[in-house]
């Protein structure tokens, strides 16, 4: 079965740094891209960025550009989103989702998301 | 920057078609594809390509394209349908995708 595992939920006060992770299971790690979604509460999908755990190749969508970091480890199938500085306004669920090249890239299979919480 | 437009609410009856619009602000624009959200629960994909639909999705979804609008089609809409819609695609660089800003579908 095809999985996206995500790390549990955070509490964290403004300024602390954070990694959350998505881990792989059940399909090629390697050769789909990993696309991070961020959901404020009551809002929509926002899209943070992508990264091909392949070869690392990662672009992030122009809002987000500066304001997060996205990696991965391929040895472990595992994809990060990282914050060197929480505001209270990352405060939002984000979810990561593999993009499936058979179809136009759109994500088939999504995480159950990761609640960030950042509050004094 | 790309941006998509999607109407904020679509309400129909059971049994009715609703039809989501997704509109982008520029010239050619990559594959459309949509996705569903209950409340408190994951998106799902349910229409790729603009116009295919994935496994196990009902085929009263649909989706077409025309010049810069797509739209997904709900045919035979049930109760089970209330959702938020999404589209999303790629910005013709490659280099970002872009949600919709989302439609809630009401049915009445």
């Known amino acids: 079965e095809v999985q996206l595992v995500q790390s549990g939920a955070e509490v964290k006060k403004p300024g602390e740094s954070l990694r959350i ?14 696309a991070w ?12 960025g992508i990264i091909y755990p392949g070869d690392s190749d990662t ?17 472990i199938n595992t994809a990060y989103l990282q ?28 995480g159950l998301g990761t609640l960030v919480t950042v509050s004094s | 920057s790309y941006e998509l437009t999607q109407p904020p609410s679509v309400s129909v009856s059971p049994g009715q078609t609703a039809r989501i619009t997704c509109s982008a602000d520029a010239l050619p624009q990559q594959y459309a594809c949509w996705y569903q959200q209950k409340p408190g629960r994951t998106p799902v994909l349910v229409i790729y390509k603009d116009s295919e639909r994935p496994s196990g999705i009902p085929e009263r979804f649909s989706g077409s394209s025309s010049g810069t609008t797509v ?27 872009v949600f919709g800003g989302g439609t809630k ?3 009445l």
């Open chain 1, 21 to 34: 992770s998505c881990k792989g299971s059940g399909y090629t790690f390697t050769t789909h891209w990993i």
């Open chain 1, 37 to 48: 979604v961020r959901q404020m509460p009551g809002k929509g999908l926002e899209s943070i």
């Open chain 1, 59 to 75: 672009r992030y969508s122009p809002s987000f550009q500066g304001q997060v970091t996205i990696s991965a480890d391929k040895s």
């Open chain 1, 83 to 110: 914050w060197s500085s929480l505001k209270a306004s990352d405060s939002a669920m984000y979810y990561c989702a593999r993009q499936e090249p058979a179809h136009g890239r759109a994500s088939d299979v999504w």
């Open chain 2, 71 to 97: 739209t997904l089609t709900i045919s035979g809409v049930q109760a089970e349908d209330e959702a938020d819609y999404y589209c999303q695609s790629e910005h013709s660089s490659g280099t970002y995708w």
């Open chain 2, 105 to 107: 579908l009401t049915v």
